[in-house]
């Protein structure tokens, strides 16, 4: 039946069961909008799966080990881009718990006004929108190559969906949370079940070093950094174009804010993502594997993943299949549930409560989780209407930087007014539509030092302008406009921004939980301002002790990281 055998069936069957069970029975705590997104009681174990459940999806693989296929070990930066921002998780998680916050709608509300509030609910809906069209696109593809096309992509989309949709509606951001934790563990499964398979299959690491050079003869399949299309200045730029566009993704703040205390946030958050960073490793090996293992045969790319699973799982066990296949559903249904979660949250608390104050709870409640239905359909018909799973990723990169640069500014900037966020995130999603254009391309393309500074490519779709180079204008075209409009526009409220910074040094300390997002609870007592420029506008905090250590070991994790990959792939 559908290609499997009855031993993946059945494992198939008790996954959707037992996760379909477990993440109902988590709904019995939801009785407000605050237990459905964001309830805060969960510790570090609990959240470090999380965060790697929910940053973790099989698209991701699919993704990574589509572009080693095609380009070697460079296509590890796909999801690398974030490894460098890794360690900034360590600050990051304590200053969004701080917020109180229920969304990061409310962050800006608290710092700006209601229109940059609005502003981001809808561009963060927009983002949830397409990743998780492209998470469902991804996995898809790969259940549809692991069934040998007896599942299409297109039945499988509609079947995870239908899945996660039910568990989440009912327990909300806790049942999402308990099912990540399961969810995470078979993630980790599906990351690494079919890599020692397949390295036996091709004579393991020296037998790729033997055999792809004969294979593919224009470019080194085994450098970290090749010159053309995943160069340095590439890794670099997606690297800070991950770190000014991860504090803008919505479910940033689940990931760092539904816990007990900063601490659990910092480890979870931190932890989570440096298990996805070691994950990346075993889909990238998979992916350079499969060059060897299938002689340069003529597979799209998005399939790669999925045929390696069909053509050696099941001559190995019976159920091995099943278990890859339930992993990979885990994968994309632990990221999309908590989205799903979170983009219910943008919707009910910033768009719809402020047009309509004064209902009950169970409406507001009501109201979430229809309107995450609306953007779960939306994802589906994107996931529809998308061809290529890289080409989705790369639009995912974009938009969520679109309102990471006025976040930064308004964090650490005084004068950044609210004229100055809407200039900054309109100005980039122009400068974004001004690189598409032809006109902009062709002007690129006739710079005397265009072909120096490779500002236009060519693809298999025609010229396009190189990736980079797009995010450095987009990104600029951002931070110019928000600092030049703050400078000559009305600032906002004196007394506001001094009640938004006071949250950012206030720590939590177990006291009892907020009335209103982004107020301090009564009795809270606010640490003097402690700056590195005293007597400016910046406010840059210095760093405790806590955080340069907790910082600190997050770079050298970065760099063993890196060391033993490097040592892996090089043999």
Known sequence: MFGLHIADILVLFAYFVGII?????????????????????????????????????????????????????????????????TPFYWLIAPIMRRFRALTTADVFEARYDRSVSILFAVVGLLWYTVNMGVMLKGSGAVIDAGTGGQISSDAAIILMTILFVVYGMAGGLSAAIVTDFIQGILTIIFSFLLLPYVLEAVDGLAGLHREIPKIVTDKDMFSLVAPGEIGLFYIVMIAINALVGIVAQPHTMSNCAAVRNELDGQIGYMGGNFVKRICTIAWCLTGLAAVSYFGGADIHPDMVYGKMARDFLPAIMPGLLGIFLAALVASVMSTCDSFMIASSGLFAENLYRPLL????????????RASALVVVGSSVAFAYWLDDVIAGLEIVWKVASMMGVAFWLGLFWRKTTVAGAWASTLSGF????????????????????????QFVVETGSGLSIYLPWQMFFYLTAALMAGVLVSLFTRPVDGSKLDTFYALTRTPVTGEAESKAPCTLPEGAVIPPRRVLFDSSYWEIPIPSRKSIAGFAIGWLLVGAIVSVFYMIARG
Request: charged content about 15%.
């Open 430 to 453: 122009a400068m974004w539509w001004l690189t598409t254009r032809d006109s902009m391309l062709d002007l690129l393309d006739e710079l005397p030092f265009s072909q120096e500074l």
């Open 357 to 368: 104050p004064g209902k009950s709870p169970r409406h507001y409640l009501l109201v979430a």
């Open 21 to 85: 069970v477990i993440g109902t029975w988590a709904a019995r705590t939801v009785k407000s909008m605050a237990d459905f997104v964001m309830p805060r009681r969960f510790g570090k174990a609990m959240m470090l799966m999380h965060a790697f459940g929910t940053g973790t999806h099989s698209d991701q693989a699919v993704s990574v080990a589509s572009k080693t296929y095609t380009n070697g070990l460079t296509g590890i930066w796909y999801q690398w881009l974030y490894l460098f921002c």
